[in-house]
């Protein structure tokens, strides 16, 4: 049994008070988080315990990354600068233009990327995600995984038309439910299942139903996009006569256990309905403020939503993502005080562990709560001074910056790099599928 103490570290606990332990020790037992406190205190209580000083670290929760597609890190450096999503196009190489080793490569690539800059826990969704599943529980991450479910061709959306395709419902549905059979508690339970209706626009009705009862009977979760566009909204309301919000509360889509990425294009009858239904969001703060988008998140908020904190794709640092969502949240509130950098952390630890209903598991440091947990080297230019923690974190930190990470107990990410994982090659080897799937479709 893994047993470590970590001291004389600044603990930022993200506890219900968002208590400050300075400085800190934390005894690590098995997978799990044994004791937490003053850190001369049980210096002295477990004497004969290995100790790992920490001095000059931040430690805090892991992040929980609530909405990430991994495979997307192949349109990074171009994504934001297209004016299009990427699964509209077939001048994009993503989705069924990939193959499902050029996929799991890109994913893998951002998948490390995540755990690297302290995500200990990810909802990855996107194609063949029984394949890269086997990559997340490689790296050792926890993770809630689904397959992108869609009826409709995406490619003819583009161009204004909702075409169905059976088939790819057939063909996706059975891949997430495979997923389902094969993964759901596996990996000493770190890895579980949710079903992934990609959008209300994307899915037919009668298919977002049998996907609304299977998850119902299956008790999982789901994961969404939810009015991300005007495009959506305008479907939605010639094919329902109501917004996607309105539409997907009344099927049951919307509700506990529902996690619900973008939520830009909603008013506020959309938000009442969207806190009634118990359903979380998913925040975009950097992708959508990249696309010139600002979700009302502070309305959100004030209406009772939980928000959580997402990077969704082309970057894996949650840093980054508390950054961007202070912006956005100032930008959507009109009230520049407003979130604390405490809030944000907890956006980025808490909120994404409830959304997930993993909040009694991970998104806090309190005693029994799996040691998932990183920590951040503040003797750096900068970082220092370091008068506000959370302050430094939010506005000044980078995902580098993370020297540690912990999940279950273990030891995954020492001084910057990933235990048993070479970098260099994992990265070079993106280059070269990158490089031929992108000259592959501009032929």
Request: net charge negative.
């Amino acid at each position: 049994m893994i047993v470590i103490l970590l001291t004389n570290a600044c603990l930022l606990t993200v506890n219900e008070t968002n208590e400050i332990i300075n400085p800190g020790a934390i005894l690590i037992k098995g997978s799990k988080i044994s004791d937490l406190g003053d850190s001369g205190k049980l210096i002295n209580k477990y004497p004969g315990e290995k100790a790992l000083d920490c001095h000059g670290k931040l430690i805090i929760p892991g992040f929980v990354n609530v909405h990430y597609h991994g495979a997307l890190t192949i349109v990074r450096g171009v994504g934001p600068d297209l004016g299009v999503p990427p699964l509209y196009s077939r001048n994009i190489p993503q989705g069924v233009l990939l193959s499902r080793e050029e996929t799991y490569t890109m994913a893998l690539l951002g998948y490390a990327e995540a755990l690297r800059s302290g995500s200990t826990c990810i909802a990855a969704n996107y194609l063949y995600m029984d394949d890269q599943v086997r990559a997340i529980a490689n790296l050792g991450l926890r993770a809630v995984v689904s397959e992108r479910l869609h009826d409709i061709d995406f490619f003819r959306i583009g161009q204004g038309e909702y075409i169905h395709d059976e088939q790819a419902g057939e063909t996706s549905l059975e891949r997430n439910l495979r997923l389902l059979s094969d993964w759901n508690g596996k990996e000493e339970g770190r890895i579980t299942c949710h079903l992934g209706p990609h959008a209300p626009d994307t899915c037919t009705t009668p298919f977002l139903e049998k996907i609304i009862d299977i998850a119902s009977r299956a008790h999982v979760g789901m994961t969404t996009h939810m009015a991300q566009s005007t495009m959506e909204n305008r479907e939605i309301y010639r094919r329902e006569g109501l917004s996607p919000v309105k539409f997907s509360k009344a099927i049951g889509l919307l509700k506990s256990g529902t996690v619900a990425a973008h939520c830009i294009h909603v008013d506020d009858e959309d938000l009442t309905e969207l806190a009634d239904s118990g359903a979380s969001v998913a925040f975009v703060s950097e992708g959508n403020l990249k696309r010139g988008d600002i979700a009302p998140v502070s309305s959100m908020e004030n209406d009772g939503i939980n928000v959580a904190l997402c990077t969704d794709a082309m970057t894996g640092s949650m840093i980054e993502a508390m950054r961007f969502g202070s912006i956005v949240h100032k930008l959507s509130s009109g009230d520049n005080t407003r979130p604390t950098p405490e809030h944000l952390l907890r956006m980025a630890t808490i909120n994404g562990a409830k959304a997930l209903s993993l909040d009694h598991v991970v998104g806090s440091l309190e005693k029994g709560k799996k040691a998932d947990l990183l920590a951040i080297s503040t003797d750096q230019y900068h970082l220092a001074p370091v008068i506000s923690p959370a302050g430094t974190l939010v506005h000044a930190a980078v995902g580098t910056d993370i020297s540690d990470v912990w999940i279950d107990g273990r030891h995954l990410v020492k001084e910057g790099e990933i235990v048993g994982l070479d970098e260099k090659k994992i990265c070079s080897e993106a280059q070269k599928i990158a490089l031929k799937c992108w000259q592959r479709v501009h032929k």
